[in-house]
Every structure is written in structure tokens, then in C-alpha cells.
């Protein structure tokens, strides 16, 4: 197996785009599992880790864009309060080993209907930024996956960054496993509010073949929202409209059987995640 | 020499005190060397290649082109290994390779050696198996149902039915018709696996017919024999050592098809072989606990006293009969050891499924029926509008009397574990809200199985203890598995010499240079190889004190054993007058335990034990009434030890063992699909992690037993077992549902909350127990309870 190391973004395109057959490795965590259990077996690996900017993170005015190769621990550690959503997602990946290693581009590049960034993404609309070396193209992250563990990325395209909104409102995510620590979430939701432009967000993780949203749910919300004119008043939220939201984003799920959930649980836990998340980002949002 | 008279008072420098273990700083520092870190010149590396279905005739296994590779040194399938093996006399049904046919997915049918584990590996890929896929048998269900095909084993049965027994002590109907109330559950466990942090590994060396194996093996001894037959050669021939083990739990008592084969290619080779398991190859060795159905009918008085009880048991045995017989009469021996049950009837059965073959694991046969009888017994108690705790007191044991199945009962500390685990946990002063809630439950474990697995007359421990120039060395075959059996040695041995633990040279586990102990399993090490090292110490002891007490011209009972001194003498000096005196210093001791502490029916040989423990357990913890998420936040055990000869080591395998319970109530399974084990990882399979385990209070109750060294019991086994009674019945009091089906998973939660809520039993667990072709009972009469019981 070749190992090469590129140390800079173009020398890494041009590696990709005269070996496209190349496999990427960013932390690992997921790559060297694969290596371990023979799922593959590359030719050739190009890391990753040797560039420098991959691994950082910038604000454009209301833009934040975070590097591909920036890692949970950091997004834990810089970003809680510009991409809480996603902050709070990350705080639940793995061990701390696995946050020290495993980066948003790695969770991307895996598409896991489980990866545990997607749903916060999905619900705060980022944007992935591609380039290869015949150029750079900007996807919607909700056109990013496009089947179980598959993307949009022709083979000699890297991911370079995601960029989100800085959060304007309060954001949430929960997921449920069978255990606290090192867990593949059985179902994960996310919830992001915008007061400013009086938009929901959702994002659901491992209840369909893909990260989704649940954009009904999101509607209805959205509507009930300015039509009682709650983004100014932060009354309570109406009991029934709560119930209507968890119901909606548990319908927008297309769960299965497997070996960490049944079908019937990951769409019941959903709709109690729908309902917790909203009550704790309502709390939030009329407390300040 | 003038004698000075100081009083001799007994001599307790070490036993009790919480030192660290002796290996502690090896293991901290990596130096010890585990079976996988030995390194031999020359070294060959051996793959096994795999069976792919779950049961399959074998048609024809072409090894040509794996031969023909470059780097591949030898080859070998069944035909070079047909002697069949098991760890039971009785049932002799495995073959290191299998050449005629597969019954699990994972049977290994041939095996590589070459000059590193990639060639072995793709030389196994290379080889070309011909099989005839049969009906694979999946479930208990499948296995009781007329075979469809060939059953698995052509021994046994009827079809793929592995063991049956029935067993009757006293007059149960009687004892149901005087009941004023009986009660009928059912329960299952499923099965799961030891998940050990060491794999497996083994490596031979062989020069003129002579075979030297180092393995990560619990039992060097049973492993020495199983090796002597299948090689066909002179037990003198074999040595087998046990490298210091990365965790055993049961998963590391059987002989292994990997053990074997290293020592055939360094026979065939002549150059040393090692074969070390991947995390995935050990979920399919497995030999965890088997997946077990089980029915119980009580009838108890007004007051909750049991007049008879009737269990049954059905366990999914796997491919291979292993340890099945005794793990199947281990479901059914230990309910009377902590309750009073004057009439019983068990009724016990193992089947054989294509799957990998369940064993021993830390409880043995026991955490099973343990969690049926508690959980059933606090419904019980639920149903009579009696306090649980109660209930079982009325029920309690004696100490020293004899179980209705004959098993003699000596210390015994349920009270007293029981008022200190209450008076702890404040169980009986808790606040009921929904969503929070503590269990109780008790439970008993064996100090060390009263027989061998096979006849024979050997005393079960032996130990040589020599002192000379090279100061005191202990020889026995005891394994440390990391249980701290060395420990234990080392310390019984310096409290009879008046030393520290770090002062004793050991060689243990080790066929060539050890007498024979039968090995870590059935927590006997510390009851009968301590028993052993005590008695070969303290001989060694009185030839010091003898020497020494002449030198000085006073009696030996004047002679004081302590901090390294023999009277007046220096430890060293007093070994060198010794040996001048007595010629070489070697002492000897053995164990054996006594005759008589079981009965005399066929079936007997399991249960009885020189001593049992006690342990109780109070579980507190939130379930989620909506997501039915279970949050254990903190677990009481008192444990009944006898005697803690090191009250560190004892409080370590407390909570080693409130962990492995804790883990196998809430998540752990062995589960598989179409002959797959489902989640064969450390990612996939779920234990416990450092999030969930909670705080732990232990409390050591010291009974004393009159029979175990210094008066020492058990701890390895008995604390996981009424941790998980004790969490399904603290759920029940969170949620006031019951979950009769371990592991009590989230989802199991709301389904037993959804029966409530549709007005249904508010239970989750099985209907029915299945149709099982159950033999005649033998009746069997139990003691007279006005005899003398000891
Ligand atoms: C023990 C353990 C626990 C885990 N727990 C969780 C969890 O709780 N939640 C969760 O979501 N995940 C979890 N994971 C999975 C994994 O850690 C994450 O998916 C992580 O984000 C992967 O990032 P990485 O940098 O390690 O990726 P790598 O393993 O290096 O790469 C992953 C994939 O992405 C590709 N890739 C990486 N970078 C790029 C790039 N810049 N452009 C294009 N493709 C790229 C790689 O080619 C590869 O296909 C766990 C993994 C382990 C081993």
C-alpha cells in the first residue's frame, strides 16, 4: 500500500485527480476500521492531516466555514456558541479519543445515515464546499447524500469545508443508544430555530437510508410559529402543536430493523426526541 | 544463643490487608509478557481457516494451491487431527479440524502455518472446501422440533436434543396442594459472551516428539490432557503453560482448535507455531453463556413460606457439547442454597444449535435461574402484599444445615449481608416516584466445584513450597487469570513464613514444573489451592521453627514467625540452619474437598461445594418512562467472603463482577442472524463503558468459613449474580412493569409499558415455555432434616 501525504490543498488535488481511485484519510476512526476488518483494501491512502488550513475555521460576516479537517474536540471546544447544534452533536461522538481524531469531513466523506454532524447540518441548511482539481462547486448538504454510505463527490473531488449560518437562535440534538459512551446513535434529531428569518430546521439521523429532514414538521412549525406571533411574544408553546411537530418528524422517517433498534423503537424515540428538543430550545430561546 | 521469652502471639502481617497485587507493577508498566508478546526464533504464524455455514457436510477440502504458496510451510486439515475431544468425558464431540462436517459458522476445518499472518491468511483463502449446506438450526424452537435432515451430532438426542434431567427431592405435589398460593412464570435469558480484553493466543514448540504449548488458557491441566490424546502422545511429552492472562471469565477453560493445531505444525514443522485469535475469531470461539427458557411454579403459605417449587430450564447449548452437561444441572443445583425449598422438582434440558458453542461463563449456569427465581419471588411477594426483603428472610437458609438436593451448607451470612446491604442503600426508607427506583435480590455461588470434570483421584490442588539460598518459591498449578490467584499464593504462603507477598517466588500454571491444580474455573483457586499452599507453608514453617527452636534450646512453641525473622534468626539465616539441619527444604500440601458434601443421586456431582458465598445487591436507577432508557446510578453489594485475605483484590472482583452483570442485564447479547453473530466486534457488541458503570459501595461481611483457608470464600463468580434480578426489579419499582427477558433494553421497556397501557399483563418476556421431552423424574429422598448435618 502507498502512503502519500500531501502537505498542501492543491498537491492534495492534484494527488486525487491523477489517482481518483485513492482512498482519503482524514482522523481515521473510520478508514482504519475498515482497513482492520478488510472491507478494503486501497492501493493507496493520501492523508490528509499534513495541511494546515484544512484544519481551521473562519467567520464572513453571518458565514461560518469550518474546515474539513477540523475535529469534534475542537468544535467542542471553539465553536459551542457559533454552531451549538452541532457542538452539542459532537460532544456525543464516540470517546474522547475518537473526538480527538474524527473530523466533520471524515463524517461526511463516511455518509453514515448515523453520522452524528449530519443531522445538525441538515438542520442549520450548511453548505459542503467540493473542489478537485478542475475546479470547486458549493452542495446543499441535503443534496450531499444520496443513498446509504453514498455522496455526491465524483472520485477526484475532496471536501474542503462546510459552511453554516452563525446561529441566530437557539439549536438542539439528542440522540438515544443502548449505552451512553461509544455508541452508534439507534435515532438522533436535530432542531435549530432562527428568530431572524422565523425558520425551524430539523435533521434526523439513522432512521432512513440517508440523513433527512423533516421539512413537514418544520413547515407546520414555522406557520403556527408566525402565525401566533410567537417569535415576538415567546409564549409556551401549545401542548398540541409540540405533539404535532414530534408526530410530523417521526413520519418524515423511514426506519428499519436492526441490530441496534427496531423500527417501531427508533420511530417512538424520535418523536420523543422532536418533542424534547423543541421544549429545550423553546425554554431557551424565551429566556433570553 | 541465649533465649529471650517474648510472648508468641499469632502472626497476622498480611492476610486482610489491602495490599496490591504482586504482578500490579508489571501489568502497570507493560512488562508483563501475555501469550501474544512471546517471540520464539524461527517462529512460524498459524491461521485457521473457518466454515462459513452455520452446518454443512464437508465434501472435500483441496489444499494444493495453499501448499504451493511461497512463505506457507505446512498445511493441515481434520484428516491429520481425527481424534475427537471435549472437555467432558461424556461428551467428546469436537474435532480440531473438522473434515466431515461444519456445525457453526466458525468451525475451523483446516490450518496454516507460515512465515507471517498475511501468507497464512491468504493461504487459507486459497484453499478450496466443497461443502453440502444442511438445515441449519437456529433457535431452542428449531432444535426441539423434529430435525429436518440430519440432526447436528449423531450422539445424544432425540434429534438435536444434547442433555436431559429431572430430578425430584421430596414430594412436590404434596407440597402444591398445601400451598394457600402458586405461581407460575417464565423467563429468558439471553445469551452472551465473556468479551475478555485479551484474545486468545497460543504458541508450540516441539523438539524430538516433545511438544512445549504457552496459551492463554485457564486450565493448563484439562488442556495438557485434551493435547496428550489428540496428539496421541505421553501426557510426559506435553507441557502446557498458561501465560499470564488478559481476562478468562470461562471464555479460556475449553481446549481450542487454535491450541491444537500450533502444537501439530510445530510437531510437523519443527519450528515454533503461533496462532493468536482476532477480536472476530473470539466471538466465534465464544463458550459464553448459554441463551436459557425458563419456567417456575412456587407455591408458598400465606406468609410467603416456599412448600415446593418446580423449575425448568432449556438451554441453547450451540455446536457443541463443551461444558453443556454441568452447565445445564448448574440451572437447576444452587436455588437451594439460599432458600428453604423442602419439596423440589428440576426438570433441565440442552439442545444443540449451528451456532458457536456456549460454555462456562463467570457464574456458570447460574446467573440464569438466579435472575428467574429472584424476579419470580419478588412477584410473589408483590402478589401476597409482603415486603420482598421479608419474603426472602422467611425463606432464608441456615447456615450449616444441608439443602433438600443434599448440598452441604456451612457459613453462611444472608441475614447479615442482607441488614448491611438494606442499611447501606436505604432501601427500605426509598421515596416511590415514577421513573426512579432500587431492587433487591441474593444470591450464592460455589467455593470451588466438590468433583473434578473427570474422574480421577488426584487431590484437586497441589502445592510444593521449597526455601533455600534462592529464597522461597511456591510451585502450583493454579492459573492467574487475572483474579489474583498469584496474589492469593504469594501471600498465603509469606503469612506462614512471616514474609511480605513480594518476598515469594512463583511458578505457577505450568504442566512441566507445577503439581497439578485443576485450574481457574468454578472459583475453587483460593479455597483449594490456598488450602494447598497453607499446608505446604506451614510444614515448611515448623521445619524453620523446629531448627531454630533446637539452636536455641527452647521449645518451638516459643519460636516467633514474623517480619522476615525465625525467633532470634534472620529468615535467610534461619532457611540456612534448616537446611543443614533437614537436608533440602520442600514441603508439600494438597486439597481435596471432603467426601460427603453432596448427594448420592446421578446428577449429584453438580452443586456441591466445600463452601458457598453469599452476596446481595440493592440496584438504584431511572427509566425512562417515555424512551425506556435505563440510568443505573449507583449499586450497593455485600458480600458474605468469609474471610477477605485481600481486601483490595476482593473489593476489585466486586465490582469487576457488578460491571459483567450490569452489562449482561441492560445490554449485552450474543445474538445472530442466519448463523451470523450479529455484532462480533468491541464497537458493536455493547458492554458497559467507564459512562455507564456507576459508583459501586462494596461491603465485605466476614463469616469465617471453618473450612476455607484462614476462613477465606469466594468472590470471583457470586457478586454478578443479584445484580441482575436486582436491576429488572428495580425497573418493576420505577415503572411497576416487569421485564422478564434479560437484556432489559429500552425497547423491551415500552413494550411491557405499551402492554399496561392496552390493559395486557404490563409485562415483556416470553408466553409459554415450549414442549420439552422431558425424561421420567428420578426421585430422589432428601436428607433427614432431624440428622446431624455435618
Ligand atoms: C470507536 C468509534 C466510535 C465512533 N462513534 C461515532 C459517533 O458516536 N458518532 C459518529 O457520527 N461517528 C462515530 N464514529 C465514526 C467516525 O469517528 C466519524 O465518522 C468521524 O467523523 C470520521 O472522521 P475521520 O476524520 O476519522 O474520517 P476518516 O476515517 O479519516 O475518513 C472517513 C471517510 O471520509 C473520507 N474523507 C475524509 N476526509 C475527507 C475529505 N476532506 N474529502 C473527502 N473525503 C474525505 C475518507 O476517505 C473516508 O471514506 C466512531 C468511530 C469509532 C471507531
Request: proline letters at 15%; aromatic letters at 4%; zero cysteines.
Given at each position: 500500500m502507498e502512503f502519500l501525504a500531501p502537505t498542501s490543498w492543491d498537491e492534495a488535488l492534484a494527488v486525487k485527480a491523477e489517482h481518483p481511485e485513492a482512498e482519503v484519510i482524514a482522523g481515521g476512526t473510520d478508514v482504519m476500521v475498515d482497513l482492520n476488518f478488510d472491507r478494503r483494501r486501497p492501493a493507496m491512502l493520501v492523508d490528509l492531516t499534513r495541511i494546515a488550513d484544512l484544519a481551521t475555521w473562519q467567520i464572513d460576516g453571518s458565514v461560518l466555514t469550518i474546515g474539513a479537517g477540523v475535529t469534534y474536540a475542537r468544535i467542542i471546544d471553539e465553536l459551542s456558541t457559533l454552531a451549538p447544534g452541532l457542538a452539542i452533536a459532537s460532544r456525543t461522538v464516540g470517546s474522547p479519543q475518537i473526538r480527538n481524531r474524527g473530523t466533520i469531513g471524515g463524517n461526511l466523506g463516511s455518509a453514515s445515515p448515523a453520522g452524528d454532524a449530519h443531522p445538525p447540518l441538515l438542520a442549520t441548511k450548511a453548505t459542503v464546499e467540493v473542489a478537485s482539481a478542475r475546479g470547486s462547486r458549493s452542495v446543499p448538504v441535503e443534496k450531499f447524500f444520496t443513498g446509504a454510505k453514498r455522496h455526491v463527490l465524483a472520485p477526484d473531488e475532496l471536501i474542503a469545508a462546510v459552511t453554516v449560518p452563525v446561529a441566530a437562535g437557539p439549536q438542539q440534538f439528542a440522540k438515544v443508544g443502548t449505552?451512553?459512551?461509544m455508541v452508534i446513535a439507534v435515532t438522533s434529531f436535530a432542531l435549530a430555530l432562527d428568530p431572524h428569518a422565523h425558520a425551524v430546521g430539523t435533521g434526523i439521523g439513522s432512521a432512513a437510508p440517508t440523513p433527512i429532514r423533516a421539512e413537514e414538521a418544520e413547515r407546520v412549525l414555522a406557520g403556527e410559529l408566525a402565525a401566533a406571533d410567537q417569535w415576538e411574544h415567546r409564549r409556551p408553546l401549545d401542548d398540541h402543536l409540540v405533539d404535532h411537530f414530534a408526530r410530523l418528524s417521526a413520519e418524515a422517517a423511514a426506519p428499519i430493523d436492526d441490530v441496534r433498534g427496531t423500527a417501531a423503537y427508533r420511530r417512538h424515540a424520535l418523536a420523543v426526541l422532536a418533542r424534547r428538543t423543541l421544549s429545550w430550545a423553546w425554554s431557551e430561546y424565551q429566556r433570553n | 544463643m541465649t533465649a529471650v521469652d517474648t510472648p508468641v502471639v499469632p502472626w497476622t502481617g498480611v492476610v486482610g490487608r489491602p495490599l496490591p497485587r504482586v504482578e500490579a507493577a508489571a501489568k502497570v508498566t507493560g512488562a508483563i509478557a501475555y501469550a501474544d508478546d512471546l517471540q520464539l526464533p524461527g517462529m512460524l504464524f498459524c491461521k485457521l481457516l473457518r466454515s462459513p455455514h452455520p452446518h454443512a457436510r464437508v465434501v472435500s477440502v483441496d489444499t494444493t494451491a495453499a501448499r504451493a504458496m511461497r512463505g506457507v510451510v505446512a498445511v493441515l486439515t481434520g484428516h491429520d487431527l481425527p481424534t475427537k475431544y471435549g472437555i467432558m468425558p461424556t461428551c467428546?464431540?469436537?474435532?480440531?479440524?473438522?473434515?466431515?462436517?461444519?456445525?457453526?459458522?466458525?468451525?475451523?476445518?483446516a490450518a496454516v502455518a507460515a512465515v507471517d499472518e498475511e501468507t497464512a491468511l491468504a493461504a487459507c483463502r486459497a484453499i478450496q472446501v466443497e461443502y453440502q449446506p444442511l438445515a441449519a438450526v437456529e433457535s431452542i424452537e428449531d432444535a426441539l422440533a423434529?430435525?429436518?435432515?440430519?440432526?447436528?451430532?449423531?450422539?445424544?438426542?432425540?434429534?438435536?436434543?444434547h442433555r436431559l434431567a429431572a430430578l425430584e427431592f421430596g414430594d412436590v405435589e404434596a407440597g402444591f396442594a398445601r400451598a394457600d398460593h402458586v405461581r407460575e412464570d417464565v423467563f429468558f435469558f439471553e445469551g452472551n459472551t465473556h468479551l475478555p480484553m485479551e484474545q486468545h493466543s497460543a504458541t508450540a514448540q516441539a523438539s524430538d516428539g516433545q511438544v512445549t504449548l504457552w496459551s492463554s488458557t485457564q486450565n493448563p491441566h484439562y488442556v495438557h490432557r485434551a493435547l496428550a490424546k489428540v496428539l496421541g502422545l505421553p501426557m510426559g511429552s506435553v507441557r502446557v503453560v498458561a501465560a499470564p492472562l488478559g481476562g478468562g471469565f470461562g471464555g479460556k477453560c475449553d481446549p481450542f482448535s487454535h491450541e491444537i493445531a500450533v502444537c501439530k505444525l510445530a510437531l510437523v514443522t519443527g519450528r515454533p507455531v503461533k496462532c493468536t485469535l482476532t477480536r472476530e475469531e473470539v466471538f466465534y470461539t465464544h463458550r459464553g453463556r448459554h441463551p436459557t427458557l425458563m419456567w417456575v411454579r412456587t407455591g408458598v403459605d400465606r406468609e410467603g413460606h416456599i412448600l415446593a417449587m418446580h423449575f425448568r430450564s432449556v438451554l441453547d447449548g450451540g455446536a457443541y457439547g463443551s461444558y453443556g452437561p454441568a452447565s445445564m444441572l448448574y440451572t437447576g443445583a444452587l436455588q437451594p442454597t439460599t432458600y428453604r425449598i423442602p419439596a423440589y422438582r428440576f426438570e433441565g434440558a440442552r439442545v444443540f444449535t449451528s451456532k458457536a458453542p456456549c460454555g462456562p461463563k463467570r457464574g456458570h449456569g447460574t446467573p440464569q435461574p438466579r435472575f428467574a427465581l429472584e424476579v419470580h419471588l419478588d412477584k410473589i411477594a408483590e402478589e401476597l402484599g409482603i415486603d420482598p426483603v421479608t419474603l426472602r428472610r422467611r425463606n432464608y437458609v441456615e447456615p450449616f444445615t444441608r439443602t433438600v438436593n443434599w448440598l452441604r451448607v456451612t457459613s453462611c451470612g444472608l441475614q447479615q449481608i442482607t441488614d448491611r446491604v438494606l442499611d447501606a442503600s436505604g432501601y427500605a426508607r426509598r421515596r416511590r416516584r415514577l421513573g426512579h427506583g432500587m431492587g433487591f435480590a441474593v444470591s450464592s455461588y460455589m467455593c470451588g466445584a466438590g468433583l473434578s470434570i473427570y474422574w480421577n483421584t488426584l487431590p484437586h490442588s497441589q502445592c510444593v513450597v521449597t526455601a533455600g539460598r534462592g529464597g522461597v518459591t511456591v510451585f502450583c498449578g493454579a492459573t492467574d487469570i487475572g483474579q489474583g490467584s498469584d496474589s492469593m499464593l504469594a501471600t498465603v504462603a509469606a503469612e506462614e513464613l512471616g514474609l511480605?507477598?513480594?518476598?515469594i517466588r512463583l511458578v505457577t500454571g505450568d504442566t512441566g514444573l507445577t503439581p497439578v491444580d485443576l485450574g481457574s474455573y468454578s472459583s475453587r483457586v483460593t479455597f483449594m489451592a490456598g488450602n494447598a499452599a497453607r499446608e505446604a507453608a506451614a510444614k515448611l514453617r515448623q521445619l524453620l521453627v523446629e531448627a531454630v527452636a533446637e539452636a536455641e534450646g527452647r521449645s518451638p512453641e516459643q519460636v516467633q514467625v514474623r517480619d522476615a525473622r525465625i525467633g532470634s534468626l534472620g529468615f535467610e539465616e534461619a532457611v540456612a540452619l534448616a537446611e543443614e539441619r533437614f537436608g533440602t527444604l520442600a514441603t508439600h500440601g494438597s486439597y481435596t474437598p471432603p467426601a460427603g458434601i453432596g448427594g448420592r443421586y446421578k446428577g449429584a456431582g453438580v452443586g456441591p461445594s466445600p463452601a458457598y458465598s453469599y452476596s446481595a445487591a440493592v440496584v438504584e436507577l431511572d427509566a425512562d418512562p417515555v424512551t425506556g432508557e435505563i440510568d443505573v446510578h449507583k449499586v450497593w453489594l455485600a458480600h458474605d467472603i468469609g474471610r477477605a485475605i485481600n481486601e483490595l483484590a476482593v473489593r476489585g472482583q466486586v465490582e469487576g463482577g457488578v460491571c459483567m452483570g450490569l452489562g449482561e442485564a441492560l445490554m449485552e447479547a450474543q445474538a445472530y442472524r442466519h448463523g451470523l453473530v450479529k455484532q462480533p466486534s468491541m464497537l458493536d457488541y455493547k458492554s458497559l463503558t467507564f459512562l455507564e458503570m456507576p459508583d459501586v459501595e462494596t461491603i465485605l461481611v466476614e463469616t469465617v468459613d471453618p473450612e476455607g483457608p484462614y476462613g477465606a470464600k469466594e468472590v470471583g463468580q457470586g457478586p454478578l449474580l443479584p445484580v441482575i434480578p436486582a436491576v429488572v426489579s428495580a425497573v418493576h419499582d420505577a415503572l411497576g412493569v416487569w421485564v422478564d427477558e434479560v437484556p432489559v433494553t429500552p425497547d423491551k421497556v415500552l413494550r411491557a409499558l405499551e402492554a399496561r397501557a392496552r390493559g395486557r399483563d404490563a409485562r415483556y418476556g416470553p408466553k409459554s415455555f415450549p414442549v420439552v421431552p422431558y425424561p421420567p423424574l428420578v426421585k430422589v429422598a432428601p436428607p433427614d432434616a432431624a440428622a446431624p448435618t455435618l
Open positions: 449505552r451512553n459512551a | 467428546e464431540d469436537e474435532q480440531a479440524l473438522e473434515h466431515e462436517k461444519v456445525r457453526f459458522v466458525g468451525d475451523p476445518v423434529p430435525p429436518d435432515g440430519e440432526p447436528l451430532h449423531d450422539y445424544a438426542g432425540p434429534g438435536n436434543v511480605q507477598p513480594g518476598a
